[in-house]
C-alpha cells in the first residue's frame, strides 16, 4: 500500500488569516488510518484554528484538505460530521439543559434516517431506528463509565465528567477520524489518567484514527505515535514524539532563545 | 358559582386557542430567537383553506382540518426557505420586522378570497352545549381544550423521543455543537416554521367554531403576544399556562366587567395586554422564561 492510500486525512499548505493575522501559514500534516496523531503548540499557535478548518467552521484562503479521498473544504459542518469526523471542543460545548443519554443520544443523529412525518406518528421506522440508536448510545455510556449520570443534565455534572460525555458524544457518531481538543484541559491527575486509558481503548478497540490537540506533554508523548509542533501558525518540526523532545526549533519555541552573555 | 366556573371553562376554551399559537411564536423563537409576527397571517390562510376544503364533496370538518395543518406547515416551511433564510445572520430585529410585512402580506391575500361572503369552518359543534356535571359548557370549548391537550401531548413525545426533536432542542441551546454532530440547522428553523405554521391553523379551526371567518378574525391570533410575553418567550410550557390564564382573565372580566369597571366598559379586550403590561413592568422574561443574562 503506498502511502497516500494509507491516509485517511492530508492537509495540505493551508492558510487561514483573520483580517491580517496569520492564524495557519502553510501547514501540512497527513494522518495514518490507524495513527494518533499529535498537534501541539503555544497558546494562539493555531491549533484550535486547524480543527476549525477541518470540521468546516473556518474556510481557509488556501491549501487543501481532503478526507477519506474526498475534498473538504467548502462543505458545511453539519455535512463533515456525516462525512465521518468528529469532534470535542476545548471549553466542552455540552447542551447543559439536556441528560448524558439525551447528549449522547445527539451524536446518533446522523445515523437515523426518518423524516417528520413518521416521528409525529411514531411509524414502525422511527421506532425502529430510535430502539437502535439507543442501544448503541447504551454501550458507550458503559464503556467511558457514565452509568451513574445517565439522567443528570449535563450542566450539574463535574468537569472531568463533563468532558467524557463529551467524548462519549463524538464515539456515538461512529467517526471515521475523532479531533480531541484539549481531552485533559484543566483536568487533576486522576482524571487525565482516566482520560488517557479512554483514548487507549478508543485506539485499541474501535480501532479510530485520532487527531489530538493537547498541552499535556506528558500525555502527548505517551500516547502519540507522530506529533506536529505549530509556533505563530506555522509548522516547526513534525516527527515521532522522542525525535521533538530534542528538537532545538522546539525547545526554542516553548522556552525562548538561549541567551548568550 | 356555577356561573363562575362556565366563564372559567369558556376562558379555557379561548385559552386552548392562544396556547396553540403562541406554541408556533415559542418553537420559532427557540429555534432562532426570531420573534415571527407572521402567525396571524399562518392562522387565517389556515382557516380560509379549511372554509374552502369544507365545500369540496366528501371532506368533513375532520379532514379539512389535518389536511388545512398539513398544507400550511408546508407553506410557512416554503415561506422560511425563502425568505427568512437568506436573512439568517442578518439583526434578529430585521427579521422580525420582515416578519411584519409576511403577515400583512398573507393576510392580506387570505382576505381577498374570504371576500364578502360569511364563510364558516362547518364545524360539528356550533353553538351547542353539553352538561359537564353541574356546569353547561359550549362543546366548541370542550374541543378545543382536547384538541390542544392532544396536541401539547405529542409536542412532548415529539421533543422527548424522536431525534428532530432532540436536534431542536440542541440547535436551541447550542448551534455550533448541534453542526459538529450533523444537525443541519437549516433543516431545523425550517421545522420549527412548519410547525408553527401547522400549529396556528388547528388553533383558528378551533377559534372559527360557532362563529363566521370574517377579515377582523385574525386580532385573536395577536393575543398571542400578549401570552408569549406573560409565559415567557423561550417556554413551551409557559405558553400553554399563559394562554389558558389570559384565556380564563378575558372570560372572567367579560362575565364580571363590574370587577374591573374603572378600565370603563368592554374592558375585557384590552385585559390580555394589560397584563403584558404588568409583566413586562414586574418580569420581563415572563413566568417560566429565562432570565437575561448579560455582563456589562
Known amino acids: ?261 | 358559582m356555577i356561573e363562575l366556573f362556565e366563564a372559567v371553562f369558556r376562558g379555557l376554551g379561548q385559552g386552548s386557542v392562544y396556547a396553540l399559537i403562541a406554541l408556533g411564536f415559542v418553537i420559532i423563537y427557540k429555534s432562532s430567537h426570531v420573534i415571527s409576527f407572521a402567525q396571524p397571517g399562518f392562522m387565517i390562510a389556515g382557516v380560509v383553506l379549511v372554509t374552502y376544503l369544507v365545500e369540496l364533496p366528501g371532506i368533513g370538518f375532520w379532514v379539512a382540518v389535518p389536511l388545512a395543518t398539513l398544507l400550511t406547515g408546508l407553506f410557512a416551511l416554503g415561506i422560511e426557505r425563502a425568505v427568512i433564510r437568506p436573512m439568517v445572520g442578518r439583526p434578529i430585529f430585521a427579521i422580525a420586522i420582515i416578519t411584519i410585512a409576511l403577515d400583512i402580506l398573507i393576510r392580506t391575500v387570505a382576505h381577498a378570497y374570504l371576500g364578502i361572503n360569511v364563510r364558516h369552518v362547518q364545524d360539528p359543534w356550533g353553538l351547542r352545549t353539553m352538561s359537564l356535571g353541574p356546569l353547561t359548557v359550549q362543546q366548541r370549548h370542550l374541543a378545543a381544550v382536547l384538541a390542544a391537550a392532544a396536541l401539547v401531548a405529542v409536542l412532548f413525545l415529539f421533543f422527548r423521543y424522536t431525534r428532530m426533536g432532540l436536534a431542536m432542542r440542541a440547535v436551541a441551546q447550542d448551534q455550533e455543537a448541534a453542526l459538529a454532530q450533523g444537525v443541519s440547522v437549516g433543516a431545523v428553523f425550517a421545522m420549527s416554521w412548519a410547525m408553527a405554521g401547522g400549529l396556528a391553523a388547528v388553533a383558528g379551526s378551533f377559534a372559527a367554531s360557532g362563529r363566521s371567518v370574517d377579515p377582523l378574525f385574525w386580532l385573536i391570533a395577536l393575543t398571542a403576544l400578549p401570552v408569549i410575553i406573560l409565559g415567557g418567550l423561550d417556554s413551551l410550557p409557559g405558553a400553554v399556562v399563559a394562554g389558558l390564564v389570559i384565556g380564563v382573565a378575558q372570560a372572567l372580566t367579560q362575565s364580571y366587567p363590574h370587577w374591573v369597571s374603572f378600565l370603563g366598559t368592554n374592558a375585557s379586550v384590552i385585559v390580555p395586554w394589560l397584563v403584558m403590561i404588568l409583566v413586562l413592568v414586574v418580569r420581563p422574561y415572563g413566568l417560566f422564561g429565562t432570565r437575561e443574562v448579560e455582563r456589562v
Open chain 1, 1 to 261: 500500500m503506498t502511502r497516500a492510500e494509507s491516509d485517511i486525512l492530508r492537509f495540505s499548505d493551508v492558510k487561514l488569516s483573520f483580517s491580517g493575522v496569520k492564524a495557519i501559514d502553510g501547514i501540512s500534516f497527513t494522518v495514518g488510518r490507524s495513527e494518533l496523531f499529535a498537534i501541539i503548540g503555544p497558546n494562539g499557535a493555531g491549533k484550535t484554528s486547524i480543527f476549525n478548518v477541518l470540521s468546516g467552521v473556518y474556510r481557509p484562503d488556501a491549501g487543501e484538505v481532503s478526507f477519506d479521498g474526498q475534498a473538504l473544504l467548502g462543505k458545511r459542518p453539519h455535512q463533515i460530521a456525516h462525512l465521518g469526523i468528529a469532534r470535542t471542543f476545548q471549553n466542552v460545548e455540552l447542551f447543559a439543559n439536556l441528560t448524558v443519554l439525551e447528549n449522547v443520544m445527539l451524536g446518533r443523529h446522523h445515523h437515523m434516517r426518518y423524516g417528520p412525518l413518521s416521528a409525529f406518528f411514531w411509524l414502525g421506522r422511527a421506532r425502529r431506528e430510535e430502539i437502535t440508536a439507543r442501544a448503541r448510545v447504551e454501550e458507550i455510556i458503559d464503556f467511558l463509565e457514565l452509568e451513574q449520570w445517565r439522567r443528570f443534565p449535563v450542566g450539574l455534572l463535574p468537569y472531568g465528567v463533563q468532558k467524557r460525555v463529551e467524548l462519549g458524544r463524538a464515539l456515538a457518531m461512529e467517526p471515521k477520524l475523532l479531533l480531541l481538543d484539549e481531552p485533559v484541559g484543566g483536568m487533576n491527575v486522576e482524571e487525565t489518567e482516566d482520560m488517557a486509558r479512554y483514548i487507549l481503548d478508543i485506539r485499541e478497540d474501535l480501532d479510530i484514527p485520532i487527531i489530538l490537540v493537547e498541552h499535556d506533554m506528558g500525555l502527548v508523548m505517551d500516547l502519540a505515535d507522530r506529533v506536529l509542533v505549530v509556533d505563530f501558525g506555522r509548522p516547526v518540526a513534525t516527527g515521532v514524539p522522542s525525535e521533538i523532545q530534542n528538537h532545538p526549533d522546539v525547545i526554542r519555541a516553548y522556552l525562548g532563545e538561549v541567551q548568550s552573555t
